[in-house]
């Protein structure tokens, strides 16, 4: 089991579906999931190893014949916090319900304790076969989760029950298999997001780098995860997220406004956004001229988060960002006890890779000073693993 719990070992039978599971293995992706690809011999009719290994970024193995030192049934069978094998041919089933461990992919299925979903596929007349059907019995009946295949056109002109179901579907119950599809629901989130922009006249402004891609990513993890979410997006131009009601912002006192509105009714307040720290004192209404671009004078703008955790009723979290380049923890502790936060997650910016990037890495400190470190995921993964985070302190008693 892997420290994060994303790990999902994604194995892939031998049915023209094979080629569906790319794109299931990319949602998978952006739901937050690492995802390591193990087909059986025959998958790789359908979809070789290298399309494997280029989505995945990671080397795919079919027998425990390859890369002995890692002994790969048990090491991969430990990993794996969820096995998903999709699509499932009729010969797969069979061979996990006899226990047979005649590929790599069936040896991880008999050493892993994980949790496991399904997903046949197969013309309806062996789906309807009272072999297949006995198989699925006893795979239910041992734990294992289980898709109904889809009704409609197969690959040849006839149809049935045997389609593998639609990408969203298989998402969407192994999200409940995981046990997170619904752990938010009823609940508020409230997340900021991008960087606010301090007017200096009509055509230039005060900003900085942040691109909003976090802040994004954590309202899209909550939306999936029955929470009703509001983004207040500052100067980020994503496009609309299903569920998600978003506003735009342009400056830290319209951000301000907004969060003392909102922040009343929410459960958990997640501040992404990169508030600009001072705005100019006097905003000119006229375009000024460069000879007269000498001196801009500033005034500080308030620190949000500490205004708005003032406002904190028993059972709300505060999750709070922070960029550091040194000193990470002892400025992140700090910046939690400072602003009075539940969570703080702090980016490490020291080689200036995080703006704009698709990745972070950085570390997690909570207020009883436990600290984790997150080695480098996407934003969606961290997305995730701090909702996981803010779920858990949402259970606690007296928060
Ligand atoms: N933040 C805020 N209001 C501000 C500045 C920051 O609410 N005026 C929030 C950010 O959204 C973030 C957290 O405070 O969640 C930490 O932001 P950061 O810029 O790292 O901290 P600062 O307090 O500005 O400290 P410094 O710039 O000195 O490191």
Not at 84 to 111: C, E, S, Y
Request: hydrophobic letters at 45%; glycine letters at 8%; aromatic letters at 6%.
């Amino acid at each position: 089991m892997s420290s994060s719990r994303r790990e999902v070992l994604l194995g892939v039978g031998g049915g023209i579906a094979a080629y569906k599971a790319c794109d299931l293995l990319r949602r998978l992706q952006d739901s937050g999931y690492v995802v390591t690809v193990v087909p059986t011999p025959a998958a790789l009719n359908f979809v070789g190893s290298a399309t494997w290994e280029a989505l995945s970024g990671r080397p795919v193995y079919t027998q425990v014949w390859e890369n002995v030192p890692a002994v790969t049934h048990i090491s991969y069978a430990q990993n794996a916090d969820y096995v998903l094998i999709a699509p499932a041919t009729a010969d797969l089933i069979a061979r996990i319900v006899h226990g047979r461990a005649d590929d790599l992919l069936t040896n991880i299925v008999l050493a892993s304790t994980a949790p496991k979903l399904i997903v046949p596929a197969m013309h309806p007349q062996m789906w309807n076969n009272s072999a297949t059907i006995e198989n699925v019995r006893i795979l239910r009946e041992r734990g294992f989760a289980v898709m109904e295949p889809e009704t409609g056109r197969l690959t040849g002109s006839d149809s049935g029950q045997g389609r593998f179901p639609e990408t969203v579907a298989i998402v969407e119950k192994f999200e409940e298999v995981v046990g997170r599809s619904a752990d938010l629901s009823g609940r508020t989130v409230l997340v900021t997001a991008g960087g606010t922009r301090e007017p200096i006249d009509p055509v230039r402004f005060i900003g900085n780098r942040s691109s909003g891609i976090q802040g994004y990513a954590i309202a899209r993890a909550a939306a999936a995860r029955g929470a009703k979410v509001q983004l207040i997006a500052a100067n980020s131009h994503e496009i609309a997220i299903p569920g998600v009601e978003i506003t735009p912002v342009e400056t830290a006192a319209q951000m301000h406004d907004l969060l003392l509105a909102k922040f009343p009714h929410s459960d958990i307040l997640v501040m992404t956004a990169a508030v600009a720290d001072a705005r100019p004192k006097v905003v000119s209404s006229t375009k000024i001229k460069k000879s007269e671009l000498e001196e801009i004078q500033l005034l500080a703008n308030p620190d949000l988060l500490a205004s708005v955790a003032l406002l904190r009723k028993s059972g709300q979290i505060i999750v709070g960002f922070a960029a550091e380049t040194e000193n990470l923890i002892a400025n992140a502790s700090n910046k939690l006890l400072a602003k009075g936060l539940d969570l703080i997650y702090v980016n490490n910016v020291s080689d200036g890779a995080i703006f704009g990037s698709e990745l972070t890495h950085g570390h997690f400190v909570d207020k009883d000073g436990v600290e984790s470190e997150v080695s480098e995921v996407t934003k969606d993964t961290l997305a995730h693993e701090l909702l996981d985070k803010a779920v858990y302190r949402l259970g606690l008693p007296n928060v």
